[in-house]
C-alpha cells in the first residue's frame, strides 16, 4: 500500500517536558515485574488526586472506583500499592504530560493481546503514538523507545519487527486524565525498591517502615495530652510540634498547617543559612524551638524522600511531648550523627490508621454450616473440558448463518477485508464447502461476516459448539468456557451481611489448584499460576441470593467462572483470572467495592450471567 508520506523514526530522547509553571495532566502509574511503569485508567487516577487534596498521607482504596482493583490499596505515605491478600507491594509513582498530550485529550491507544481483549500501552508510548497520528504519519518506529514494533496507521495494527507477528491496535476516547496547575516536578515518586514489588532495604525506607510501628501510640497519646503533659525541661516551654510541606506538590498545601508561627528547616540542602542543629530526643523530651522569629534550621543529607519542596515545621502553643511509655525510635538523621525524632528527620510519620476491609466471616464449625435451601448438594467439581463430537466447524457455523447472495459494501469485523472481496484467510485457511468469498449473517442479531472468517474465529475458540458474535455478543448454542479443573462449594453461615439484616448468608468457596495449560488455553504446555485461592464469596441467603447462586452453579459446571490469563491488577500472565462474571468477596464491609451493602448487585451479576449465556431459562424447577 502507497503510504502518503514519511513514517516517523523517533530521535532517542523523544520525550520532553515544557516549563514546569504551567497547566499539567496527572498520571499515576504502578511498576509491574519486568521494571515498567503502567498507568492507572483516568478514573482510578481523578479518585487518587481526590484522596490527595484531602490527605497527602493517607490510603485511597482503589476498589472504591474500580471493582477490579479491589484487592489493592496506595500508601501515599510511602508511594507504594499494595495487595491486601497476598502482600504484594509495588512502587507507585505520580508522573505529569502536557494537556495536549494524549492523556489530557482522554485519548487510549491499545493493543490486543492473546485473549482477545485490548491491553493499555504504557502511557509514554501512548503519547507518541497520538503524536504521530495527529501528524498523520502512515507509520511509527518505537525501536528508540526499546520496542521492536512497527505501528501501522493505515491498517492499525502493531508489527513485531523480529518475528513479524501482527496484531491489532484500536484509538478509543475515554474520561480525560486529572489537569492540575502550578510548579510541579516531571515526576513524583517515594524511594522504591527493586522490580520484585519488595520494599526497599535502603536506609530511608527502613526509617520510614521503622516509625509506622509506634504511629498509632503516638496518635492516641498526643489527642489525650494534646492541652498538656510532663515537661521536659523545666526551664523552657514545650512545643507540640507537626510537619506539613510546603505548596509545591499539585498546587496545594500538602500537610495543613497548625499554627501561624513556622520556623522553616530545610531538609536536604546546605541551602540555608541558618546554623545547624542536633535535635536529641528523649521520652519525656521534645526539642525546643524559639517561637519568635523565623529562625532557619539546616539539616544536610539527602532530600525528603526525593519529595519536593521545603519542609516547615509549625509550633503549636499548647504545651505538648512525646507521651511517656512511646519509646524514641533509634533513628539517626540523614548524615548518620545523632538519633532524630523521624518527624524532625523529615521522615513521614504515619498518625493515622486506614480501616481495614472485613473479608471473612468469624470462625465457624463444620455442624453450622448448612445447605443452601433448594440446592442439591453442597460441592461442585471441574474436571478436563468435555469434547462434544460429531460437530465440524463448518456445520457449526452453517447452523447459525443463512449466506448471504449480495454481500453490502462493508468491513468484515474479524479479517477487517471487505465483505465484497475474498476472506483475509484465504489461502491460511482452507475447509471444503466453504469458499473464502461467501458471506453469512448470524440468524440472531444479523451481523455479516466471511463463512471462512467465522470458521477461523470457531477454530480459536473452544470449539464447544456454540458460536457468539465478535460484534454484539449474542451467543448461539451453549457456551462453554477455559475453566482449569477446581471444586466449588456452597453452603449457609448463621451470619448476616450488611444490608441484609433478616438473612442468613451463602457462602461460596472456590480452589483451583496451578497446574499447565492445555490447548485450549493461551500457552498450552506452560505452567499458569494460581493466586489467593481458595476464594470465598458471598451471597445472601433469601430467594434472589439463592437464584443468583443456581445459575452460578450452571456457570461453574460451563467453565465460565475463571479463566487464565493476564492479571487486569498486577500485570501477570499466565494466571488464573475472573471471567467478567463479578463476586463480592469482602463479608462485613465494603470498603473495596467488593463488599456490602450494595443494592445493586444481584441485578447486576444476573446481567453478567446472561451476558455469559447463563440466564434464568437455565433455572431448573
Request: glycine share 10%; aromatic share 6%.
Amino acid at each position: 500500500m502507497a503510504r502518503p508520506g514519511p513514517g516517523l523514526l523517533l530521535p532517542a530522547n523523544v520525550l520532553g517536558y515544557p516549563p514546569q509553571n504551567l497547566a499539567r495532566v496527572v498520571v499515576w502509574e504502578w511498576m509491574n515485574e519486568h521494571g515498567r511503569w503502567r498507568p492507572y485508567s483516568a478514573a482510578v487516577c481523578h479518585h487518587i488526586e481526590n484522596i490527595l487534596k484531602g490527605d497527602a498521607r493517607g490510603t485511597v482504596v482503589l476498589g472504591q472506583v474500580d471493582g477490579q482493583l479491589s484487592p489493592y490499596i496506595i500508601d501515599l505515605q510511602s508511594m507504594h500499592q499494595f495487595r491486601q491478600d497476598t502482600g504484594t507491594m509495588r512502587p507507585v509513582q505520580r508522573n505529569f504530560y502536557e494537556p495536549s498530550s494524549a492523556p489530557g485529550k482522554g485519548v487510549v491507544w491499545e493493543w490486543e493481546n492473546d485473549n482477545g481483549s485490548w491491553t493499555l500501552y504504557d502511557m509514554e508510548i501512548c503519547v507518541t503514538i497520538q503524536n504521530a497520528y495527529e501528524k498523520q504519519h502512515p507509520w511509527l518506529d518505537l525501536t528508540s523507545l526499546g520496542f521492536c514494533y512497527l505501528i501501522d496507521f493505515n491498517s492499525m495494527s502493531q508489527t513485531n519487527k523480529q518475528s513479524q507477528r501482527k496484531r491489532r491496535l484500536r484509538r478509543r476516547m475515554d474520561l480525560a486524565y486529572p489537569l492540575i496547575m502550578g510548579s510541579i516536578p516531571k515526576s513524583q515518586s517515594w524511594p522504591v525498591g527493586a522490580s520484585s514489588g519488595q520494599p526497599c532495604s535502603c536506609q530511608q525506607c527502613i526509617l520510614v517502615n521503622s516509625t509506622r510501628a509506634a504511629s498509632n501510640a503516638i496518635l492516641a497519646s498526643q489527642r489525650r495530652k494534646l492541652h498538656g503533659g510532663p515537661a521536659g525541661n523545666t526551664g523552657a516551654t514545650g512545643t507540640l510540634t507537626t510537619v506539613r510541606q510546603s505548596n509545591t506538590f499539585a498546587g496545594t498545601s500538602l500537610w495543613s498547617p497548625t499554627s501561624s508561627v513556622t520556623n522553616n528547616v530545610s531538609i536536604g540542602g546546605g541551602q540555608t543559612k541558618g546554623e545547624q542543629v542536633q535535635m536529641p530526643l528523649s521520652p519525656t523530651n521534645f526539642p525546643v524551638m524559639s517561637s519568635l522569629g523565623h529562625n532557619t534550621l539546616g539539616v544536610n543529607g539527602q532530600n525528603n524522600l526525593n519529595r519536593p519542596g521545603t519542609q516547615r515545621i509549625s509550633v503549636a502553643t499548647p504545651r505538648g511531648a512525646i507521651p511517656p511509655g512511646v519509646p524514641a525510635l533509634p533513628v539517626k538523621n540523614l548524615t548518620g550523627s545523632g538519633p532524630v525524632h523521624p518527624a524532625i528527620a523529615g521522615l513521614p510519620v504515619c498518625l493515622t490508621r486506614a480501616p481495614k476491609p472485613i473479608l471473612h466471616p468469624p470462625h465457624i464449625s463444620k455442624s453450622d454450616m448448612k445447605p443452601v435451601p433448594g440446592v442439591n448438594g453442597t460441592r461442585r467439581k471441574t474436571k478436563k473440558k468435555h469434547l462434544r463430537k460429531g460437530k465440524t466447524p463448518e456445520d457449526v457455523v452453517r447452523r447459525y448463518t443463512d449466506k448471504i447472495k449480495v454481500a453490502p459494501d462493508e468491513d468484515c469485523t474479524i479479517c477487517m477485508e471487505r465483505l465484497a472481496t475474498a476472506s483475509g484467510y484465504e489461502g491460511v485457511l482452507q475447509h471444503k464447502g466453504i469458499k473464502p468469498e461467501l458471506v453469512g449473517k448470524l440468524g440472531k442479531c444479523g451481523h455479516m461476516y466471511h463463512l471462512l472468517c467465522l470458521v477461523a474465529m470457531y477454530n480459536n475458540g473452544n470449539k464447544d459448539g456454540s458460536l457468539q458474535c465478535p460484534t454484539c455478543k449474542t451467543i448461539y448454542g451453549e457456551k462453554t468456557g477455559t475453566q482449569p479443573p477446581g471444586k466449588m462449594e456452597y453452603h449457609v453461615i448463621p451470619h448476616c451481611l450488611p444490608g441484609y439484616p433478616d438473612s442468613k448468608t451463602i457462602r461460596i468457596v472456590y480452589d483451583i489448584p496451578a497446574g499447565v495449560q492445555t490447548n485450549e488455553h493461551p500457552n498450552p504446555g506452560k505452567k499458569f499460576s494460581a493466586r489467593g485461592f481458595p476464594r470465598q464469596c458471598y451471597l445472601p441467603d433469601n430467594e434472589k441470593g439463592r437464584k443468583v447462586l443456581k445459575l452460578l452453579i450452571t456457570a461453574w459446571d460451563r467453565r465460565l467462572i475463571f479463566t487464565i490469563g493476564t492479571s487486569s491488577t498486577t500485570g501477570e500472565s499466565d494466571t488464573v483470572v475472573w471471567n467478567e462474571i463479578h463476586h463480592k468477596t469482602e463479608f462485613g464491609s465494603n470498603l473495596t467495592g467488593h463488599g456490602y451493602p450494595d443494592p445493586n448487585y444481584l441485578d447486576n451479576v444476573l446481567t453478567e450471567l446472561s451476558a455469559q449465556g447463563v440466564g434464568e431459562d437455565n433455572l431448573k424447577d
